[in-house]
């Protein structure tokens, strides 16, 4: 059962092989053996990918529902708590983890000696199960129901440009004024031209457009800080920029708080592994009070 379920979670022999220090032959006379057994076939093999036929998705629901009790009672039996171990393949945008995750992860090092970890520090979207991620970090809404999701924190979006940007065109009041201006949008974020404002309580929606669209914050930021646009991240980005100067906060009482949220994306069945629930627990321990929003006016 667990091989069979390692095979339906790499979506391949080879690639479940590989975590299981199997030979990608062994897997398959397992699943030929298994399959024999039931009598039934539960994988439809391509050339390309793996499918589970309709018995196969019964025998998974059944299977994983075992192998989660068999781990329950050899945790509740234990006589001491089984220490979270092992290694996390974890993906993050790259504005939050250099930013704030890379400051806090020493912490989490020290307290669990035996978790290593392989970033994928990047601003492309990842499919968990092709990447084999046990745990991605994302922002803005959610796009794919079929994974599990841990809210962080709430962000809130905020509008800035810098000094030198304001002091030459001047400094947009309310929001359709943004239409004139040059804005700086992100091209990995759907919808990223439309931005929201709560104007006496009514949503207002201004499209707005420049000439530089990019998939990385951190060239949108340098961009802004430079006078090259109006940008509107979230404040987990722009907050320090923003109590250094270097940029300007406009429309502050028009913006949506908590409207855009950090997510943490897992596949649900890697939820009760020790060593993600250690990360989940400690990502919302240190960053579910926004603690980049303390003292930003200082």
């Keep these: 059962m667990g091989v069979f379920a390692r095979v339906v979670d790499r979506g391949s022999f080879a690639a479940a ?26 994988l ?40 979270a171990q092992g290694h996390l393949r974890v ?9 704030h995750l890379s400051a806090v992860l020493p912490e989490f090092l020290a307290r669990y000696p035996r978790i290593t970890f392989n970033f994928l520090v990047t601003n492309r979207v ?8 046990d745990v991605a970090l994302r922002v803005g809404p959610l796009g794919d129901p079929g994974y599990a999701a841990l809210k962080i924190a709430g962000l809130t979006q905020v509008v800035c440009a810098s000094p ?54 951190h060239m949108l930021l340098r961009l802004a800080v430079s006078g090259a646009g109006i940008i509107r991240f979230g404040d987990i980005i722009v907050t320090q920029a923003i109590r250094d100067g270097r940029l300007v906060p406009l429309m502050e009482n028009l913006q949506q708080p908590g409207s855009f949220p950090l997510w943490a994306i897992f596949q649900r069945r890697r939820q009760r592994t020790p060593r993600v629930k250690a990360f989940l627990d400690f990502l919302l321990e240190r960053f579910a009070t926004a603690p980049w929003r303390a003292n930003r006016g200082k």
């Design 164 to 217: 030198a940007y304001l002091a030459k065109h001047g400094t947009p009041v309310q929001p359709h004024d943004l239409a004139r201006h040059v804005c700086l949008t992100l091209s990995n974020i759907p919808n990223s031209r439309v931005w929201s404002f709560d104007v006496t309580g009514e949503t207002v929606d201004v499209e707005v457009n420049g000439p530089v669209v990019a998939d990385s914050a």
């Design 91 to 99: 993906h993050a945008f790259p504005s939050f983890a250099v930013d």
């Design 17 to 42: 092989a590989d975590d299981l220090g199997l030979s990608p032959s062994a897997v398959s006379k397992l699943m030929t053996r298994l399959e024999s057994r039931l009598g039934v076939r539960l």
């Design 126 to 133: 990842v499919d968990l199960v092709d990447d084999n991620i």
């Design 44 to 83: 439809d093999r391509t050339t390309r990918r793996l499918a589970l036929t309709a018995e196969g998705e019964v025998f998974l629901d059944r299977s994983l529902r075992i192998l989660d009790a068999i781990e329950a009672a050899e945790n509740e039996i234990s006589s001491t708590r089984r220490a």
